[in-house]
């Protein structure tokens, strides 16, 4: 079977006062249909640099990235964010606050006749757990049940690739527990292809199929 998600020897650069200033190269991996990716590393590696330049807000400067058989990224290419057929579950994508539960949800599904994105919308709350919260505001929600939403929004527009950038920072620990778990769970039944960033390494064995160590902009292992 072919890749879902593959970056082959990428290079991502920040454009500073003295010119580019590389922070990830010579960046590979490859990642089956169905699996969760993570990387881990400490803080300024290059993690969250890897993620916004999948999703398609850092241009590569060198090599590229496909996701299925799509060419998303190189030095030539570049499709925009919202043609990538990426989720993304990051700290910075709060879940509006006017908006109920089930609106945050529907929200990405606005092209989709009424009553199929209604039934979407019911389904991906219930494949969260969160039925009976459709109506609901995020502020009536505990951390944990917003992350939740937060997650039935990512998924459901069905991104052909879910990204999830420390998803449960914010939560304190036990519920950051839980939750990793539950999340690992949903993905599952999902089938979801998702690669997850973090810098909590139980997190990233409980969560993830395989986990890449990443040390200043490089991948210096990749599990299976
Ligand atoms: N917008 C930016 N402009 C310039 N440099 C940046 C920018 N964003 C990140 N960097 C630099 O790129 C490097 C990698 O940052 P990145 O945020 O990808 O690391 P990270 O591994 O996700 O860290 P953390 O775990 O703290 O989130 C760091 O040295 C950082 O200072």
Same mark, same amino acid.
């Given at each position: 079977? *072919?890749?879902?998600?593959?970056?082959?020897?990428?290079?991502?650069?920040?454009?500073?006062?003295?010119?580019?200033? @590389?922070? +990830?190269?010579?960046?590979? &991996?490859?990642?089956?249909?169905?699996?969760?990716?993570?990387?881990?590393?400490?803080?300024?590696?290059?993690? !969250?640099?890897?993620?916004?330049? $999948?999703?398609?807000?850092?241009?590569?400067?060198?090599? *590229?990235?496909? &996701?299925?058989?799509?060419?998303?990224? /190189?030095?030539?290419? %570049?499709?925009?964010?919202?043609?990538?057929?990426?989720? =993304? =579950?990051?700290?910075?994508?709060?879940?509006?606050?006017?908006? @109920?539960?089930?609106?945050? +949800?529907?929200?990405?599904?606005?092209?989709?006749?009424?009553?199929?994105?209604? #039934?979407?919308? #019911?389904?991906?709350?219930?494949?969260?757990?969160?039925?009976?919260?459709?109506?609901?505001?995020?502020?009536?929600? /505990?951390?944990?049940?917003?992350?939740? $939403?937060?997650?039935?929004?990512?998924?459901?527009? *069905?991104?052909?690739?879910?990204?999830?950038?420390?998803?449960? /920072?914010?939560?304190?620990?036990?519920?950051?527990?839980? &939750?990793?778990?539950? +999340?690992?769970? $949903?993905?599952? !039944?999902?089938?979801?292809?998702? +690669?997850?960033?973090?810098?909590?390494?139980?997190?990233?064995? @409980?969560?993830?199929? %395989?986990?890449?160590?990443?040390?200043?902009?490089?991948? @210096?292992?990749?599990?299976?």
């Amino acid at each position: 079977m *072919s890749a879902a998600l593959q970056l082959e020897e990428v290079r991502l650069a920040y454009e500073g006062a003295r010119g580019l200033h @590389t922070v +990830v190269d010579g960046f590979s &991996l490859a990642l089956d249909a169905g699996r969760i990716g993570c990387l881990l590393g400490p803080s300024g590696c290059g993690k !969250t640099t890897v993620l916004r330049a $999948i999703a398609g807000f850092e241009p590569v400067r060198a090599g *590229s990235i496909r &996701l299925g058989d799509r060419l998303l990224s /190189s030095a030539t290419v %570049h499709l925009p964010p919202e043609e990538r057929r990426v989720g =993304m =579950m990051f700290q910075e994508y709060a879940l509006f606050p006017h908006l @109920t539960a089930a609106q945050n +949800v529907g929200f990405g599904l606005r092209k989709l006749p009424p009553a199929q994105r209604q #039934a979407r919308v #019911a389904a991906m709350l219930a494949l969260v757990g969160l039925g009976d919260a459709a109506g609901r505001y995020p502020h009536e929600l /505990s951390g944990g049940q917003q992350q939740r $939403i937060a997650l039935a929004r990512a998924l459901a527009p *069905s991104p052909a690739l879910l990204l999830l950038d420390e998803p449960f /920072s914010n939560l304190d620990a036990a519920t950051r527990e839980r &939750l990793t778990v539950e +999340v690992r769970d $949903i993905l599952k !039944t999902a089938g979801q292809t998702a +690669v997850l960033v973090t810098h909590n390494e139980a997190e990233a064995r @409980t969560m993830a199929d %395989h986990v890449g160590l990443m040390h200043n902009g490089r991948l @210096t292992r990749w599990t299976a």
